[in-house]
């Protein structure tokens, strides 16, 4: 019984298995349903001059993509995008080689960002904000892969800190996440700053981060950031922003709100009305301060245009740096670390990587920039 | 053992026929080329379309349900460019920003397009262009919805307008092509423009059109529907109608729907149901009134002009440059007359309720120096039809009108004869009847509505 039980379901598998594979031999895989796209730039085109010279410095050199005319469907749609101005995006795409591929092509060697650099550039007119905390995303680096540029259309190529701001830091910001998801950085570095990240709300902080060892209040979120912040800083800081940078990391800063308070705004001066040290310490922000220095050296501080009630000038004091932090030296651990991280991993010198970026930063002319794409022909 | 047979052999003719169905190749196809094909097939028969006959067109456009729409040509190029023109307020606010105010100006741009593969064939304007995108950028909207910048203005940033700057394109029929805005779903319509027209003189008609329809001396205005039934029409000027029928409490019943005035008339965002008639879309007519296209029937008007011209609202000024036969004739002879008695000029002629008489009331303003005397006559209004009025007057006149009388008889002259003739009533416009036309044979005046009381 137990025979005949098992060869039914012997025969029954055979036959099933035999008519379940003749019924798909017959199904042949025909041409492509989807139809040739050519892809031959039509000289006629709006846009040819910058889609050749795109093509040229960009698809064909290092497998990357340019998107200037917005597919929204590469963006997150919870957002209220924008497209970029076309004439600004001839802009970037003239700077975003001359300060960031050309340069690691020089100090890195040409292979370098064919190898790791992204594969989609995506430049946004407008920023992504969040309506409900009013944050604005200006920068995205995702999956090593592609790096979102936002604020195309405010822009201003003559303003250069804005410019050094929303793209050139937005740049080496996004590209080093890209780097430190292929090769992780030490993690010694997490530990400078241990419980001292807020990914809550970095937005609400202001210069008193330095003082806590961060570059900026986004680097004061969470390790990763701080990582990109810190590298992109000092390779985009002049030295001018980063010795102030260093400057404000050395104040000590304090608000006469509470430290709950998310609204508080952190002073690193203060003075004394009618300089009266018995009453109550007021403080002052740093652009109300004159610092005048005598003949013989001495550093005198004051509260710009105001006196006492005796016509003297009012003396403004330091904050004293309570915090226990140095952070200027919190700031430099880090820039070490990073110094060393693209030395091992990446056998780059960051340094000679900033002096190029300065270099160039320096010395550009947008409008001879520009020539690269209007003179093809 | 017979059972497993039997199972055996029912489960072999089952699997057999459902091996065989499968086989079968003999499916009806619904369409002759596969989905990609097609697709690729629509998205160059749109490019074809909006390229053609000189590729000018004009965009009814809507950014949301709560402000109006606003009129945009675009003409498309096949070399992937296209020129957006627009005129309305927020262009102005664009291009004067410490100039913030509610003047419509003109914009034209270049930018980008593309028809593009999405979930259908998408037309996307897919670089900025800033008198077009600025319905679609995320920044707050300067002065909020009405633009002014004392409004209670709210904080839009994260969404702005909210409006859409790709568009599904859903069907082309009659040189009309329909739209569904692909983020927020705004049915909207593109429809073909000739070649040849101007974009700054085709705008610029579209806002004398908006500026002739509503009129904020004339508040309320009708939607007559093919039953007779009436439902009022407010705040036309603002292009967000408040909507209610008439005789039901205003407060609880009114709606709000926003308009888009395009130059051929007007058009509602969607289509509106009122008293069972689906309505959307009116053309204007040659006698100012808006006509509903979609029944023929339903037609938008003020009151009748007899009603408009014997209503205690509104003071109206005589316009003395149209005049004809005994009007004109009697006007000269005032100038003259009052020239004649102290040295006076005319200032002007006013028609208005008189509060203290309560009738209405026909004053002559004469200027002399710094005085102005104001011989005024009563006029009772009486509404004869829709578009007939005949006044009735009192002959005795203020005191002023009595000291006038000797030395300048025209006054009363021009006074009685209002009194005896039998006005027909023509008017600008049926919708904002702000210049009316009185006429009797050969005589006829001019009177225009000054303000409102």
Known sequence: ?377 | MKKYFNIAALALVAFTALSLGSCTNEIDEIFDEDAVARLAKAQAEYVDILTSNGGKWQLEYFANSDEPGYVYLMTFSTDGSVVVSGMNKWINIIDNPSAMGSAPAFGTATSLWDVIVDNGPVLTFNSYNKYFHLFADPYDVPGGSTGQVDSEDENESGYGHSGDYEFCIMKYSGDTLYLSGKKRGLNMIMTRVASTVDDRVYMNEVTAMADSFFHAKIPQVYINLPNDVRWIVKNGATSILKIFREGADEISTAENYNVIITHDGLSFMSPITLDGYTIQNFTRQADGSLLCRDDNQTTMTADDLSDIMASPRFVWKLSQGDLGGVYAQLLTQIVNEIKAYNSSTLQDVVLAYNTTAQSMAITFNVKRRTVTYKPTYYLTPNVIDETHIKFTLNPEGDSWAKSFEAQCPSIKEFATNMGSMTFELSANSLLAPVVMKLTDGSNFMVWKISEMI
Not at chain 1, 16 to 29: G, H, I, N, P, R
Not at chain 1, 32 to 43: A, C, K, N, R, S
Not at chain 1, 152 to 169: C, G, K, P, T
Not at chain 1, 294 to 323: C, L, M, Q
Request: overall charge negative.
């Open chain 1, 1 to 377: 019984m137990k025979k005949i039980k098992y060869f039914i379901s012997a025969l029954l598998l055979v036959a099933v298995t035999a008519m379940t594979f003749s019924s798909c031999s017959e199904d042949k895989l025909g041409p492509t349903i989807f139809p040739d796209v050519d892809e031959t730039l039509d000289p006629n085109s709006y846009t040819y001059k910058l889609d050749k010279f795109l093509k040229v410095n960009y698809l064909d050199k290092y497998n990357l993509t340019f998107l200037y005319k917005m597919p929204d469907i590469s963006t997150n749609m919870n957002y209220n995008l924008v497209p970029a101005e076309y004439n600004n995006a001839i802009d970037l795409a003239v700077l975003c080689k001359h300060l960031w591929f050309d340069v690691y092509d020089k100090v890195a060697g040409e292979d370098f960002l064919k190898t790791y650099g992204p594969r989609i550039i995506l430049l946004i007119g407008s920023p992504a904000i969040n309506p409900n905390s009013g944050s604005e995303i200006v920068g995205l680096a995702e999956g090593g892969i592609k790096i979102s540029l936002f604020k195309v259309n405010s822009m201003n190529i003559s303003d250069f800190e804005q410019m050094n701001e929303l793209y050139f830091h937005t740049m080496h910001h996004e590209f080093s996440h890209i780097l430190h998801q292929t090769k992780t950085y030490p993690t010694e570095f997490n530990t400078i700053s241990v419980g001292r990240y807020d990914a809550n709300n970095w937005q609400y902080r202001g210069n008193e981060v330095t003082s806590l060892g961060f570059v900026t209040p986004y680097g004061s979120s969470e390790y990763r950031e701080d990582f990109a912040e810190t590298i992109a800083c000092f390779i985009v800081y002049t030295d001018t922003q980063w010795n102030r940078l260093m400057e404000l990391a050395r104040r000590g800063y304090a608000t006469s709100a509470s430290d709950d308070d998310l609204d508080a705004v952190y002073y690193s001066y203060y003075y004394y009305p009618d300089n009266d040290a018995e009453q109550d310490l007021v403080y002052v922000d740093e652009r109300f301060v004159v610092v005048v220095t005598d003949e013989d050296g001495t550093v005198h501080k004051y509260w710009r245009n105001n006196r006492d009630k005796d016509g003297n000038r009012i003396v403004v004091y330091d904050v004293i740096d309570k915090d226990g932090i140095n952070g200027e030296e919190a700031i430099l651990q880090k820039v070490q670390i990073a110094r060393q991280w693209f030395r091992d991993a990446w056998n780059i010198d960051l340094d000679s990587l900033r002096s190029e970026v300065q270099t160039r930063q320096a010395t550009y002319d947008i409008n001879q920039l520009r020539l690269m794409v209007s003179d093809i022909q």
